[in-house]
Each structure stands twice: as structure tokens, then as C-alpha cells.
């Protein structure tokens, strides 16, 4: 077999086996197949696509070019939630300890961020004392105790993807949905999920602008986790404003206590509500998504899903007071209010630009050398619909720097107000179950 033939055969539009598909992967991985040939077959995947059947072999290859953690001694059928990021979204915090406390077992693998704010893990160690740095089998048996636990990325899982994601970085071949569909799902099923709950971000702030192609995206990854034997379902939701009020890691662990308290923002609540009611139904523990529903709000309600958070936090190292007294996270010296500027509606937040204003701040990682202050970040007080007065706050900018004017800029940049009233946008667009 020559990878030659695979190029030409992919530049064609002809469809790869799975054994082509195989040697591709192994052999680009160890190092036999030069970057110029497999920068050539993704470009030509780039413009021919590929089928569902590849995709899933693509996945399936990629997966086993590295580690797989075994979750089989976990009681229980294990759902997991991945989203495609956005800014605000603080869902794994709030559904983690949620879902849970229904007795779904959720052992969660998650990174850390670049970007606006900090990934899961950098947001979960805003209380103090909480660490991921914890061998499989205290992982495994801490799931098994108190139905969660939340670890960073362990041992040498999908290498292939870690490579072909550097190549397609440089060669402008990111932006391919089979490529994009068949990484995300590699690391899911190589972390041993028996579900998959995926959450589909469209809009300014999300990886995918449009909704067009946020559909496709979620098709092709509900497409590949059933092909290759994992439950998989998409929600396909707004990231054309921030989710919920808070930008920031101490300050979206905060939103999170008061969302599993009942208090927390409308939007980010009735999100975490949708997905989490996938989640309860792909693991067995409801026979509808509206018997999940009622039981999720049930333990929102008896305090039941905070407990959980409380003995997640304790169980990894964490300060689980926090729960009681959030200030006992990391605090910013400086709180800014950002006054309108007019009266009016707020027509527009551009939330990818929003979120760049708090890494600015230091909330998020401009690079992997970066050192994130978990104190600081965005508190929005206003959202998209809402009417504004002139001199009322936006929105309060936890700072560690008095001089801000520059982050101000920026957002005054990205929040219009207009004479006029806008509908609120829509929250959840679709759900894609095959």
C-alpha cells in the first residue's frame, strides 16, 4: 500500500477502506509517512468529504493509535457531555454534580483551556485546595463512591489526533467537518464514555458561526459515536451572546453554586436543564426527557444537587465550604462598572470578542505558557433584548489592574444598543439523535 494512492484515490472523491484508512493513521503516527503527504490527503479530504463509514474508521484508528481508559468497573451505564466551547459556558461545573445526584455515574476527562478563560479543570481549581492529579484506579473508585469525578487528560490518549490536529493548525485544513467531527469524538470514545451527550455551540462565539454548519458538525459526530456502538445525541445551542452572566473561573464557579441552588441565570439554567435531561435518559435513570427534567429540578429544589457538588469538590482535595461562602475563592481587587452609553435595547453582544476583553483581564490564556488569574473576568449585567438606560451598568469588570480603559474599549466595540426592542435569541436551536 502506498499513501500516494491514498491521495489520489481521496483527491478523486473515491471512498478510503477502513484498512487505508488504518495505514494512514499508524504509519503517519509512527513517523513513516512524511507531513507533506498527510497534509496532501487532508487537504483533499478538506474538498471531497468523507462518509459516514470513513468517518467512523477514521475515529476508530485514531483511537487506537493511543491509550483508552476502561471505565467497565464503573457500576453503571457512564455519560459523558462535551461541548464545542463558547464563552460563559460553565455547563460541565453545574451538570457534573447535577446528573450525579440522580445516581449517573459521570467520570469526566476534561483539558485545560486557551482562550478566553480557563478550560473545566482550570475554573474547578479556583477552590482551593481541588487537584485532578489522581491515578485511574482512585478515579474509577471515587465514581464508584460518589458518582463523579472530574481528572485532567491522562497518559498518551489519541496521539494521532494530537499530531494530525498540529498539521491541519498550519496547513489551513481545520475548518474540514469529517477531520473536526472524527477529533472530538476520538478523545470522547478513547475516554470510555458508554453515552455521549454533545453540546453544539453556533453563533459569534462558537467554532461554527452558522447554523448550517453546526448542524452538519452534530451530525457527523452523533453519526460516528452510534456508529462505532456509543449512545450519541447533539443539542445545537446559541453562542451568539455569552451563556448565563459570569466570564471568569472564580467567578463561573460562583455562577455555578447559585445555579445548583436555583438562582442562577435563566438561559445557562434551562441549558443545563436540556442537557442534562439527555443525560439522565441515556444513562437509564429516566424513562422521558420530561421525568428527567422533573427530577433534576427536584434535587436543584431539595438541595440534593449542591450536596453532590460539595462532596465532588471535598472528595479531589477542594475547600467544599466554598458552596457556603464563594468568596473564599481567589477576589479581584477592582470592580468597574461599564455604564451605557444611551438609553435603549441591547441588540448585539459579540461574544467571541467579549471573551477576548476578559482574557485580556487575565481570565484565559493568550498561550499555553500563560498564567491564569482566576480572580478576574466579566459579570454581564445586561443581555440581549434587555433595555438600558444611559449611565446604567452593563456589566462589572473584576480587574487586578486599575487602568482598564483598553478592555472598556473593546467592549463598548462589541455591545451595540439601539433604539428599538430585539427578541432574545433562541437558546437551544435543535436536537439530533442520528
Do not use: W
Not at 500500500?1 to 504509519?27: C, P, Q, T, W
Not at 487506537?64 to 464563552?87: A, F, P
Request: contains cysteine.
Amino acid at each position: 500500500m502506498r499513501m500516494y494512492d491514498l491521495i489520489a484515490k481521496k483527491r478523486d472523491g473515491h471512498e478510503l477502506s477502513k484498512e487505508e484508512i488504518d495505514f494512514f493513521v499508524e504509519n503517519y503516527t509512527s513517523g513513516d509517512i512524511p507531513d507533506y503527504q498527510a497534509s496532501a490527503l487532508c487537504m483533499a479530504i478538506f474538498f471531497q468529504d468523507m462518509t459516514t463509514d470513513e468517518r467512523a474508521h477514521l475515529t476508530t484508528a485514531m483511537v487506537d493509535s493511543g491509550d483508552t481508559i476502561d471505565l467497565s468497573s464503573i457500576e453503571g451505564i457512564k455519560v459523558d457531555k462535551h461541548s464545542t466551547g463558547g464563552v460563559g459556558d460553565t455547563t460541565t461545573l453545574i451538570l457534573a454534580p447535577l446528573v450525579a445526584s440522580l445516581g449517573a455515574p459521570v467520570a469526566k476527562m476534561s483539558g485545560r483551556g486557551l482562550g478566553h478563560t480557563g478550560g473545566t479543570i482550570d475554573k474547578l481549581e479556583a477552590v482551593p485546595g481541588f487537584h485532578v492529579e489522581i491515578d485511574k484506579q482512585e478515579f474509577i473508585d471515587l465514581v464508584n463512591k460518589n458518582k463523579v469525578s472530574v481528572i485532567g487528560q491522562t497518559g498518551n490518549l489519541t496521539p494521532a489526533d494530537k499530531k494530525l490536529y498540529g498539521l491541519r493548525d498550519v496547513t489551513a485544513t481545520v475548518n474540514s467537518i469529517p477531520l473536526i467531527a472524527s477529533s472530538i469524538m476520538s478523545k470522547k470514545i478513547a475516554a470510555g464514555a458508554d453515552a455521549i451527550v454533545l453540546d453544539v455551540k453556533t453563533g459569534a462565539g462558537a467554532f461554527m458561526k452558522t447554523l448550517e454548519d453546526s448542524r452538519e458538525l452534530a451530525k457527523a459526530m452523533v453519526g460516528i459515536g452510534n456508529r462505532v456502538g456509543r449512545n450519541t445525541m447533539a443539542v445545537i445551542s446559541d453562542m451568539s451572546q455569552p451563556l448565563g452572566n459570569a466570564i471568569g473561573n472564580a467567578l463561573e464557579v460562583e455562577e455555578a453554586i447559585d445555579t445548583l441552588k436555583g438562582n442562577g441565570p435563566e438561559d445557562l439554567t434551562e441549558l443545563c436543564l436540556t442537557l442534562g435531561s439527555q443525560m439522565v435518559v441515556l444513562a437509564g435513570k429516566a424513562d422521558s426527557l420530561d421525568h428527567a427534567r422533573q427530577l433534576l429540578k427536584e434535587n436543584i429544589d431539595n438541595g440534593k444537587a449542591l450536596e453532590q457538588f460539595r462532596t465532588f469538590l471535598a472528595s479531589q482535595g477542594g475547600d467544599g465550604s466554598v458552596v457556603d461562602d464563594p468568596k473564599k475563592m481567589p477576589q479581584a481587587q477592582y470592580k468597574i462598572e461599564l455604564p451605557s452609553q444611551k438609553d435603549g435595547y441591547v441588540s448585539e453582544m459579540v461574544a467571541d470578542q467579549i471573551g477576548i476583553s476578559a482574557m485580556m483581564l487575565g481570565a484565559g490564556r493568550a498561550t499555553k505558557e500563560s498564567e491564569i488569574d482566576m480572580a478576574v473576568g466579566l459579570y454581564l449585567h445586561k443581555k440581549i433584548g434587555d433595555e438600558v438606560k444611559k449611565g446604567e451598568s452593563l456589566l462589572t469588570i473584576y480587574s487586578n489592574q486599575q487602568d482598564v480603559e483598553e478592555v472598556k474599549t473593546k467592549l463598548y466595540e462589541n455591545i451595540t444598543i439601539n433604539e428599538s426592542s430585539i427578541e432574545r435569541p433562541t437558546l437551544v436551536h435543535e436536537m439530533i439523535t442520528e
